[in-house]
């Protein structure tokens, strides 16, 4: 008697897929007490695992060939060992390890056993896919930097005199520094409210001692022609004229332009000799008010200094 097996579509049997083939091998060979098997390949075909595999799992002790020819030391499987198989592949496919399926396969017709197994595993992978998210994000991170560093232009340390300027101002604490807007937004609605004719520029002065991981003290200001009334947190003032600053533009986005001017303001400051008299701060000279385009906006970082050598 003649079996034919057609493959329609390259894909692993499932639990399904075999009970069905599973009844086809058992009712052709019903009868046959020649006990039917399978040489390693002819086996490998029928359920889409390589011999190489196979013979792995052997090693591994999760299957091994229904008997081995005493004469050729050829393996043969037979058509019962395919419901193990299934079982196998389906558990390397959700991400078992061989050790760890070594000892679910005896125990797998344990409903309450298997169950326990496959939700620790979904909980592995759910935290294997936090993980990953966290990872990618920070690729992600690192990659929109590196863009932002090709299209950031710095320009030369300049030593000069900062003249006073008259602004109002907002202080608050915020939770990183790049959340700056947080303050903006605050000050830009008092502005709109009262309808105080103000500049297109702004100031950021940062008042802490060191740089924070998170809740750093900045204070955001925008020219004036005058001075008018302050109430509550929104206070007119005149910024002091600095008789020295170390000064340094940059143009492109804020995030990048900020860590690689201070990084250059840094180096310029312990190479010549000099530091800090005051607290850094900002000065945007375009801002996205006066430019959509990044890649224009120009921005000056100001540090008050003294000369020590």
Not at 45 to 56: A, E, G, K, N
Not at 70 to 92: E, V
Not at 93 to 102: L, P, Y
Not at 134 to 160: A, D, N, P
Request: aromatic share 10%; charged share 25%; proline share 5%.
């Amino acid at each position: 008697m003649k079996i034919y097996f057609y493959v329609i579509t390259p894909v692993r049997l499932d639990f399904a897929m075999m009970s069905r083939f599973m009844m086809m091998v058992q009712s052709g060979f019903a009868g046959n007490t020649g006990g039917a098997m399978f040489k390693i390949g002819e086996f490998s075909q029928l359920v889409r695992v390589s011999p190489r595999m196979l013979r792995h799992y052997e090693k591994c002790g999760l299957i091994s060939p229904a008997s081995t020819d005493p004469f050729t030391g050829y393996r043969q499987y037979s058509a019962d060992q395919i419901p193990q198989i299934g079982r196998i592949a389906l558990l390397r496919d959700v991400g078992f390890s061989v050790e760890r399926i070594g000892e679910i396969l005896p125990r797998f017709d344990d409903k309450a056993f298997l169950d326990e197994a496959l939700r620790e595993k979904a909980k592995e992978i759910r935290e294997t896919l936090e993980q990953n998210h966290t990872r990618l994000t920070k690729l992600m991170q690192m990659s929109g930097e590196l863009r932002k560093e090709q299209t950031i232009m710095l320009y030369e340390v300049e030593l000069k005199k900062l003249d006073a300027v008259k602004v109002l101002s907002l202080r608050g604490i915020i939770p990183h520094y790049n959340q700056e807007g947080i303050l903006w937004e605050k000050l830009a609605g008092y502005i709109a409210q009262n309808g105080i004719v103000c500049h297109s520029d702004g100031y950021s002065t940062y008042f802490d001692e060191a740089y924070m991981d998170s809740n750093p003290d900045v204070e955001i200001a925008i020219p004036v022609d005058s001075l008018g009334e302050s109430r509550g947190e929104f206070v007119y003032q005149e910024y002091p004229a600095v008789a020295l600053a170390a000064t340094l533009r940059f143009s492109g986005p804020f995030d990048g332009g900020y860590d690689a001017a201070g990084e250059k303001l840094a180096h310029w400051m312990e190479e010549n000799g000099y530091a800090f008299a005051g607290n850094l701060r900002g000065h945007v000279i375009t801002s996205p008010d006066d430019e959509s385009n990044p890649e224009k906006w120009l921005t000056e970082l100001q540090v008050p200094v003294r000369k020590i050598s």
